[in-house]
């Protein structure tokens, strides 16, 4: 039987059709609501919206499941590379021995950048935020692929894709060495993604540098934590650009601008900067704790809150023993993770955050590994960049290959003034 759901408004009413997924969650199809009623729904933030169907990510807010392409996000962490991983987001499966040489293979050829991109950079000041580069040469990289960037186009989709994937790292590489005034340093094909990526940041000319594997294996598994999760809102941003039929580029670069914003991706930066301000205030906790209850203050515990998970982000729990292990294998013995254990402690006890379902999210513990490991602040959402794009590039070409893709666009409730008569200058009121 075909399920559907009745709305009554005035003396009329509607039948509207239901669509269940295959985790059997379900939505009401209300794409016929407006041309059958003049109706449209209002939903501010989206919180209850369903813009598209996709295969790629289920997420249950409540239960704390997260998996891509049916794969707990905890096995995947466990026994998977993030090359793996980005192979199973764009294509649906985890691939071969063969399948993944040849993925490797195929991005690794494209990690350099053209020289004059590389140029751009001089172009900015010293302390431009490295967002803000990375997304200006992700958008720029399209002026130099002007021939094969045809979102509409498979040959030229497959070549886009290895690009994006390749250049990422040396972009955001690139970006650091300019902000230290250090030379840049170019892509090394031999090392894994990971390995290359850690090699561009830290290592000189002048000295030898060699990549701490289980740093290297840190970073790996963060990228994999971080590579979907499904209809944020710098996904959804890739995919609403990409709906204009942009090419892929240019939709990358806008979803790496909203990422960039504090309530998303640059949540871990503010982290970071929340538990240095604690430090430097005398490590008082429970002042902030207090602070974030009060209604009469903006502050937020920055690494606290979910818009979907209402129990606990099943990225943090394993992010938590992942900043463990890299704290006691580099031996840091930081402040500023004595705070965050305090905060996390006397909030998850705490009747407004118990209430409210306020737990530690993703973000929370990243920034202090990425800080062990070395990465300035600024560079934090960066790597949620990198980690992110995969599943960004997925998103889209699912997007792009459905049938049932239109341009994004919605629709408002006008609450400005009606009609009035247009007023000669020498006629207005100061
Ligand atoms: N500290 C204190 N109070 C909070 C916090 C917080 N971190 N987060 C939410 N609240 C309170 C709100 O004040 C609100 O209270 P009210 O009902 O009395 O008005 C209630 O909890 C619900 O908050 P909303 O903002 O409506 O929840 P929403 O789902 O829209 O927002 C968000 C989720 C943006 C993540 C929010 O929890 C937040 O701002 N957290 C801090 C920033 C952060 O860590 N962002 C990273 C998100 S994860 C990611 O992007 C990878």
Not at 92 to 110: A, N, Y
Not at 267 to 282: T, W
Not at 404 to 424: A, C, D, H, S, V
């Amino acid at each position: 039987m075909v399920k559907k759901a009745q709305l009554t408004y005035d003396d009329k009413s509607l039948d509207l059709p239901l669509i269940t997924g295959s985790e059997n969650e379900q939505a009401i199809d209300i794409s016929k609501l407006r041309s059958s009623t003049g109706l449209i729904t209002m939903d501010n933030g989206f919180g209850n919206t369903g813009a598209c169907s996709s295969s790629i990510t289920f997420l249950d807010g409540e239960k704390g499941i997260l998996r891509y392409r049916g794969y707990n996000i905890q096995d995947l962490c466990e026994h998977a590379s993030f090359m793996e991983v980005s192979f199973l987001l764009l294509y649906g499966e985890l691939p071969s021995v063969k399948q993944l040489e040849q993925f490797s293979h195929d991005i690794t050829k494209h990690t350099m950048l053209h020289e004059s991109l590389r140029k751009l950079y001089d172009a900015y000041p010293r302390d431009a935020h490295p967002m803000a580069l990375m997304s200006a040469i992700a958008c720029s990289l399209s002026t130099f692929y002007q021939d094969s960037s045809d979102p509409l186009n498979p040959d030229h989709i497959k070549v886009t894709i290895f690009r994006m994937l390749a250049k990422i790292p040396t972009i955001a590489a690139y970006a650091f060495k300019k902000s230290i005034g250090q030379p840049m340093i170019y892509p090394n094909n031999s090392l894994s993604y990971c390995a290359n990526f850690l090699n561009m940041m830290f290592s000189v000319p002048a000295e030898p540098y060699e990549v701490d594997p289980d740093i290297e294996k840190a970073l790996d598994q963060l990228f994999i934590l971080h590579a979907d999760h499904e209809q944020n809102c710098s996904t959804s941003t890739v995919r609403m650009v990409g709906s204009s039929h942009a090419n892929l580029f240019a939709a990358i670069s806008a979803g790496i601008c909203a990422l960039w914003g504090p309530l998303h991706g640059g949540a871990n930066q503010e982290v970071l900067q929340m538990l240095k301000h604690i430090h430097e205030d005398g490590n008082d906790v429970k002042k902030y704790i207090d602070k974030a209850k009060d209604k009469t203050s903006n502050f937020r515990l920055m690494g606290f809150g979910h818009r979907v998970y209402k129990n606990f982000d099943p990225r943090a729990q394993i992010i938590k023993k992942t900043c463990d292990r890299v704290l006691s294998k580099l031996n840091i013995n930081d402040p500023l993770l004595d705070i965050a254990h305090q905060l996390e402690e006397a909030a998850l006890k705490d009747p407004y955050f118990i209430e409210k379902k306020l737990y530690p999210n993703v973000d929370f513990y990243s920034g202090i590994i990425y800080k062990a490991i070395g990465f300035p602040v600024e560079m934090f959402t960066v790597l949620f960049a990198i980690g992110r794009l995969p599943g960004w590039i997925a998103q889209w070409k699912e997007m792009m290959e459905s049938k049932e893709t239109r341009i994004g666009r919605p629709r408002q409730i006008y609450t400005g003034p009606n009609e009035r008569k247009f007023l000669p200058m020498h006629k207005r009121q100061a």
